[in-house]
């Protein structure tokens, strides 16, 4: 029989202590522990390899990613839209003319795009009700300048820009 050592916290130490009558033998219970956790794992992969549906699950989530990423894309083109109704004309023209780098993916957003006199902090505030796709924000104690964002975040950028850049080109052939 193959033998471990097992290292356990002083409070756990001191709780084991406390129950060790009920307890029994901490090496049978311990055995045990980890044979069902392993057992559960084998049955896991085991089904795992015998479903014949594997590639087709896969095809599934791949579009089902896809179809989410859109979702972000086009959540930042609503908000896009939204700002550009409300935007003075200085303020709405110097964002439609404003780019991030080109389509997606090669869009990239800076983040002193946070600092920006005309647009920055009302994407600020616009993140800050978003914390599920931007879960740290300008102004949080975890907030790094240089840090890049993520594809869903880029693209709801870029859905936002795309938003802002269509009502500009709709609303500036009429000015």
């Known amino acids: 029989?193959?033998?471990?050592?097992?290292?356990?916290?002083d409070e756990l130490a001191?709780?084991?202590?406390?129950?060790r009558d009920h307890l029994g033998n901490l090496s049978g219970?311990?055995?045990?522990a980890v044979d069902e956790k392993i057992t559960k794992k084998e049955?896991?992969?085991?089904?795992?390899k015998e479903d014949p549906d594997i590639d087709e699950i896969a095809a599934r989530l791949r579009q089902e990613q896809k179809e989410a990423d859109n979702d972000f894309s086009e959540e930042g083109k609503d908000k896009g839209l939204y700002w550009a109704k409300r935007a003075s004309y200085s303020d709405l023209k110097y964002a439609a003319l404003r780019t991030f780098g080109g389509p997606y993916p090669h869009f990239h957003v800076p983040?002193?795009?946070?600092?920006?006199e005309v647009i920055g902090e009302y994407l600020q505030?616009?993140?800050l009700e978003n914390r599920i796709l931007f879960p740290v924000c300008p102004g949080d104690d975890n907030w790094e300048w240089?840090?890049?964002f993520d594809s869903s975040q880029e693209q709801w950028f870029y859905g936002w820009q795309t938003g802002v850049v269509e009502f500009w080109?709709?609303?500036s052939t009429k000015l």
């Open 29 to 32: 219970l311990f055995q045990k």
């Open 169 to 171: 080109d709709h609303v």
């Open 1 to 9: 029989m193959k033998k471990f050592t097992l290292s356990v916290s």
């Open 43 to 48: 049955q896991f992969d085991v089904r795992l």
């Open 146 to 148: 240089d840090e890049d």
């Open 111 to 116: 983040n002193s795009i946070f600092q920006d």
């Open 14 to 19: 001191e709780r084991i202590d406390r129950y």
């Open 125 to 127: 505030e616009v993140l």
